[in-house]
């Protein structure tokens, strides 16, 4: 049987899904952070590149701590979707989103028939390595596989209804900084044109019974949940490891910038 997805369990009752970003390629600290009760870690391909086996060790972190694997692809690139899948991960993110084209063909490298053309090499993790029935295991592949369409070109505004409409798509996911920045508001976090379409990303989920998602910071989270989204990314190790060093020299004050003890 295969390993039943956090994240869709989340969205299917409209209760919040919470997910981290994983930004150094340590597999350890991936499990660590899946035992905090995430129910998604989010970890990038598009801005890293990783050995294979590296990411499938992430992967493996992922399923051995009980959390979801959400991977973000590089943009038009799909055809490394199937070694992500297969060793285990729940999740697709797809940046850089320009038309409703882009998605379908993700939907359908992801989905097997009917729901779209995905090969069959059921000997892998996500298929329990072919020790179950293949016909569940195909339709628990369709089911319990996520995915997250970022919504961070301006391009992709008038296309939302059709995006949301498509069946396979689960989540739009609002990438605020770069949105803000195809928008010459960067820096902005209040101006009225992200504002727009934060709203309008909201109402579309709302109507095509999709879920909305965000990163954004813990005390955040109750403003957007508030607008209607349910996916939210309120954490990295990079922000855990920065914030813990401020809270550190904060609390050292002075000692901090004095003379380092066994230092020249």
């Not at 209760?15 to 991936?30: G, Q, S, T």
């Not at 038009?76 to 850089?96: C, T, V």
């Not at 069946?167 to 990438?175: A, E, Q, T």
């Amino acid at each position: 049987m295969m390993r039943p997805s956090l994240v869709q369990k989340k969205i299917a009752r409209g209760k919040p899904a919470w997910c981290a970003k994983a930004c150094y390629n340590d597999p350890e600290l991936v499990e660590l952070m899946g035992n905090f009760g995430l129910d998604a870690i989010w970890i990038c391909l598009e801005h890293k590149r990783l050995d294979p086996s590296a990411t499938y060790a992430l992967i493996q972190a992922c399923r051995l701590a009980g959390t979801d694997a959400v991977m973000r692809v590089k943009p038009a690139n799909y055809s490394d979707l199937l070694p992500l899948l297969e060793a285990g991960a729940s999740g697709i993110m797809l940046p850089r989103v320009r038309c409703v084209e882009e998605v379908r063909e993700v939907v359908a490298a992801m989905k097997y028939p009917p729901m779209g053309r995905r090969g069959y090499d059921a000997i892998h993790a996500d298929a329990r390595f072919g020790l179950g029935s293949p016909a569940d295991y195909m339709a628990e592949a369709n089911r319990e596989t996520t995915l997250l369409v970022q919504i961070e070109e301006p391009e992709v505004i008038p296309h939302l209804d059709a995006i949301a409409a498509l069946p396979g798509v689960d989540v739009l996911f609002v990438g605020p900084a770069d949105l803000s920045l195809g928008l010459g508001r960067f820096g902005q976090p209040e101006a009225p044109e992200l504002a727009a379409v934060l709203k309008q990303v909201a109402e579309t989920c709302r109507r095509h019974g999709k879920t909305a998602g965000i990163p954004c910071a813990p005390a955040q989270v109750e403003r957007y949940y508030d607008m209607g989204y349910r996916f939210f990314n309120v954490l990295s190790d990079y922000r855990c490891v920065v914030d813990g060093f401020n809270q550190a020299k904060a609390k050292l004050g002075s000692l901090w910038d004095g003379e380092r003890p066994g230092k020249p």
